[in-house]
């Protein structure tokens, strides 16, 4: 494989190329571990890639890694509390269910370019502030926009550091993909 991608505009790192084709990641990696780097390289290259097809919910809970992009008009929503973030998530479920209700409607091969015209990406950094408080709706939302996403071009990514026991959000993660970061990464 290729290391990068190449196009007249110039070049995108494969790594987050394929990254962006998940439709839920989870991202562990203890401070300076290169969390920030990887949140950042998937927003440049869905931004690169095709600027747009592409939105962005943002929750922020750390109030550190995400705050630079939360005037982009890419942004459809940007959050830093619990409150928020609950709320934008059930947003983010209502419109996932509306595009599959959509899709379910209208058959044929042009359906999904006509009902999905742009790749949603849901950005979860510090995801276990998320679940301090309202855990069980935090984790219902997650888990139904995850498990209901491929068919609405929407994309989960979830970001967090590691913990000694594994919780029910990393097992479940663990059967899609999940990224353990324990080395210092410095970029492209």
Known sequence: MAKYWKTPGGIAYNLYLD??????????????????????GLIHTALFKSPERVQF??????????????????????????????????EVLELVERRQKKASVKRGPESDRE???????????????????????????????????????THLFAFGA????????????SSSMMLKLNIAYNGI
């Open 115 to 153: 009902c999905h015209d742009s790749h949603i990406y849901v950005f979860v950094e510090e995801y276990r502030g998320l679940f301090v408080s309202r855990k069980k709706e935090a984790w219902h939302y997650m888990r139904l926009i995850a498990g209901n996403s491929s068919s609405a071009n």
């Open 19 to 40: 990254m962006l084709e998940q439709t839920d990641l989870l991202v562990m990696g203890f401070a300076n571990h290169g969390r920030v780097n990887v949140a950042e």
């Open 162 to 173: 590691p913990n000694d026991r594994i919780s029910d959000v990393e097992k479940w993660f």
């Open 57 to 90: 919910v943002l929750l922020n809970m750390s109030h550190n890694l995400m705050g630079a992009y939360k005037d982009l008009p890419h942004v459809i929503a940007y959050e830093e509390t619990e409150e928020g973030a609950v709320s934008a998530l059930k």
